[in-house]
């Protein structure tokens, strides 16, 4: 199969991933024009190789086996467009770049390692916020006709966790924000504070993903079972029910429970994914049988 000159060949993931854990591709590219995204879509057509979009792999366990198609990085990150109430930015920007450029209302997704477009897939939130709150339109590109796509907030379809995105083969492209330039200074100085309150949790010693499940609805629960939890905007910590499964601090392999947060999987010694799977679906089996709850992943666990 003849390939392009900038589409790299069996190459390693562990760097694309806050895991850390060493999957592979066999064949990987970075792009930031929607010129070669269209291209190398359709190299992929023809070729008929599965495509896999990524952002910064900060909400990603990828297989130990190696993907046999194309993964590709989005990587446009220009802000293309500055208007009174809202900003355009490609969807492979930092959200800690938007912060230190000078715009405000994202502050509390400092320490949250993802793209734009990655916040946007999955609904990204923290300290009662949720992303898609900030969201104007998002552009994207159908992977099968290349088509572009406008979405509006509500076509996004955002809830806890969840977008419309991940039920579409689309690209997320560009994106606009409710966001407007503020005091550079304040904050930066705002946003420190998230960034405290997670770095003294632990959390940045070692390489994980952040949350592994996504928090439990307290009405969804009855009173027997929630009974002494904490229950904030209506939802009850899912790493209380892990702790009480007595989890923290077990291991397989190179991963373990962390001992800061019973909902965070930690790679502490060169983890493979089947370790952190074994404790995902310890933790899974553990909180039903006490619980009788079904645990469900805030990650995304990528099957090929």
Not at 123 to 151: L, M, P, Q, S
Not at 218 to 233: C, L, P, Q, V
Not at 261 to 273: E, L, P, Q
């Amino acid at each position: 199969m003849k390939t392009s000159s900038w589409i790299k060949k069996d190459a390693s993931l562990k760097k694309y991933n806050t895991f850390r854990i060493n999957g592979k591709t066999k064949y990987f590219i970075k792009i930031s024009s929607k010129d070669k995204l269209i291209k190398t879509l359709y190299w992929a057509k023809e070729n008929s190789l599965p495509v896999f979009i990524l952002g910064n792999g900060s909400n990603i366990l990828f297989p130990d086996k190696k993907y046999k198609g194309i993964v590709i990085k989005i990587e446009n990150n220009k802000i293309k467009k500055i208007n009174k109430k809202t900003i355009v930015v490609g969807a492979g920007i930092m959200l800690m770049e938007l912060l230190q450029k000078g715009f405000e209302g994202l502050e509390w997704t400092n320490g949250i390692p993802a793209t734009i477009g990655g916040a946007v897939f999955c609904n990204a939130g923290g300290f009662g916020y949720h992303f898609g709150d900030f969201v104007k339109k998002v552009k994207t590109i159908d992977i099968e006709t290349c088509k572009e796509r406008i979405y509006s907030q509500k076509d996004c379809k955002f809830k806890y966790r969840e977008s419309i995105f991940k039920k579409k083969k689309e690209v997320i492209w560009e994106v606009e924000l409710f966001i407007k330039k503020g005091h550079k200074e304040k904050i930066m100085e705002k946003s420190r504070n998230y960034w405290k309150y997670k770095y003294e949790t632990g959390i940045f010693k070692y390489p994980s993903a952040g949350s592994i499940f996504k928090n439990i609805l307290a009405k969804e629960m009855s009173y027997k079972y929630r009974k002494g939890a904490t229950i904030k905007k209506g939802k009850i910590s899912v790493g209380w029910f892990i702790e009480k499964c007595n989890l923290k601090g077990k291991k397989c392999g190179g991963a373990m429970i962390s001992n800061f947060h019973a909902n965070v999987i930690i790679n502490f010694k060169n983890a493979k994914t089947k370790d952190v799977l074994y404790l995902i679906n310890l933790c899974k089996e553990k909180v039903y049988k006490k619980f009788k709850i079904k645990l469900k992943e805030e990650i995304i666990v990528i099957h090929y």
